[in-house]
């Protein structure tokens, strides 16, 4: 492809750095539009994630934009279409989700390795960073050197136990009365939204995002309940609020971070009692959202896996046959990769003053040829003669035909985080270009017909 005839809109001055390399531009309601540069890089990233789903013997559906939870859907396209053990197992993902269903405990175990060990080699080919967080029931990848607490909760599929907090309001109060740590208790939020009351649940230690709510509820306008109506829908003042037995005119919506967690502490929706033991997904009903802010230097997961055992295949009156005929409820995993936020970890991850320096996987092109001065006939000819040669070979490249300084032509490209770049200028009467590693900024006189060579050696390892 040519620079020229492309839009790659660059900043020069002060905005978050994929805006300023012209892979994003922001839209009405806090969302972004992914433009040229970005599409490139997440249809890569989805190459990668599509050829090793496919290779655990995971096959890709398609679900329409909906409001229900990924594993509502395929539950939805379960019930009646799996009838027998003999149909199990099954994996079926989306561009972000994955769900498995099998007969066993045995066979959701051997799922569970499978994602582990899937998403393993997607994050390990987009060239990132990170690291597995989390218990034995969910796990979380995430971006090494990211903010992010290791939690680890009481193991057991125990239930609800009330216990007396006299005079305790806060999460901070609560956290010292109990002695476990605030990421230990699930904070309740009651929310108005467009007349319509909503209960938001955070891990303790975050703090709700107004903006991510009212979009996940296309809400337009978003208060903090008043104390009469906390009363009036949960029985309860504030700071003994809960989702256990909340009524189903009340939705609820749990931050992401709360996804797979386990036996926590919430409000009992009685003044001064709380209860310990409470399970999202198994003793309430509960949709999953991104509702939090963001803590200075954190990144979200990239990915998460858990078991959702058989109990919620069964809530959801799901069931098969076994051996002998009986009906049994499906055994479940639910696991998520986030395409984008790979994207972005990687951008946040490799970048220094002049911008991005990305994996070579995922960067939008492999290489750029730059001619130092496009009017120049003999620079302009070879620099298309490589770009042609480069093209043949299987090297993602592109062009940079702008009729601009080389110093723009330069900066454009460190910017944008293109891997590997060669120059076409003065040495072109020896029959050598310059090939330039965006990181660690290397630079080596090649001779022409050794290019492809040259940038194969580095690009391959």
């Known amino acids: 492809m040519h ?3 492309l839009f790659i809109p660059t900043l020069r001055d002060e905005h978050p ?20 540069l970005a599409q490139r890089s997440l249809l890569k990233i989805t190459a990668i994630m599509r050829e090793v789903m496919d290779s655990i013997g995971a096959q890709e559906i398609h679900l329409p934009a909906t409001k229900c939870r990924p594993e509502e859907a395929m539950v939805s396209i379960a019930r009646g279409q799996l009838r027998s053990y003999k149909q199990l197992p099954q994996i079926w993902f989306t561009a972000t989700d994955s769900c498995s269903f099998d007969k066993d405990a045995a066979g959701l175990e051997v799922a569970y390795e499978k994602h582990r060990s899937a998403y393993t080699r997607i994050l390990d080919r987009c060239g990132l960073e990170y690291r597995l967080s989390g218990g034995r029931e969910a796990q979380a990848f995430v971006r ?5 607490a290791d939690i680890h909760d009481p193991e057991g599929d125990l239930a609800p136990e009330e216990f007396h907090t006299p005079s305790v309001k806060t999460i901070g109060d609560l956290a010292r009365f109990t002695g476990l740590p605030e990421t230990s208790h699930m904070k309740s939020l009651v929310m108005v939204a467009d007349g319509n009351p909503v209960l938001a649940l955070l891990r303790g230690d975050h703090q709700l995002s107004e903006e991510k709510l009212a979009n996940a509820l296309d809400a337009r306008h978003v208060r903090n309940a008043h104390p009469e109506e906390l009363r009036q829908w949960f029985g309860a003042d504030a ?13 609820i919506f749990a931050d992401d971070a709360l996804r797979g967690r386990r036996n926590m502490i919430a409000g009992a929706n009685k003044n001064d009692y709380h209860l310990r033991n409470v399970t999202p997904g198994e003793d309430f009903e509960v949709e999953f959202q991104d509702l939090r802010q963001a803590a200075e230097g954190e990144t979200s997961a990239l990915g998460h896996i858990f078991k959702l055992g058989n109990k919620y295949s069964r809530s959801k009156d799901l069931h098969v046959t076994n051996e002998t005929g009986e009906e049994i409820a499906p055994f479940m995993g639910i696991y998520a990769i986030d395409i984008e936020r790979i994207l972005s970890a990687a951008a946040e991850l490799f970048h220094d003053a002049d911008g991005m320096a990305l994996p070579a996987a995922i960067a939008p092109f492999t290489l750029v040829i730059t001619p130092v001065n496009i009017k120049d006939d003999a620079l302009r000819q070879a620099a298309a003669e490589i770009y042609a040669t480069c093209k043949a070979a299987g090297i993602d490249a592109l062009f940079d035909d702008r009729d601009e300084r080389p110093g723009v032509k330069f900066k454009d490209a460190d910017l944008i985080g ?11 009467p ?3 270009v310059e090939l330039v590693e965006r990181r660690p900024k290397r630079s080596t006189d090649v001779p022409i017909g050794k290019v492809v060579d040259a940038v194969k050696e580095l690009w391959t390892g």
């Open 144 to 148: 090494r050197g990211a903010h992010h």
């Open 3 to 5: 620079w020229s005839q």
């Open 17 to 36: 750095l994929l805006e300023r390399a012209g892979y994003i531009r922001p839209l009405p309601g806090g969302l972004h539009s992914h433009l040229f």
């Open 430 to 432: 020896e029959g050598i």
């Open 418 to 428: 293109i891997p590997y770049r060669i120059t076409v200028g003065k040495k072109l």
């Open 239 to 251: 700071g003994s609020l809960g989702p256990v037995g909340v009524a189903s005119h009340v939705r």
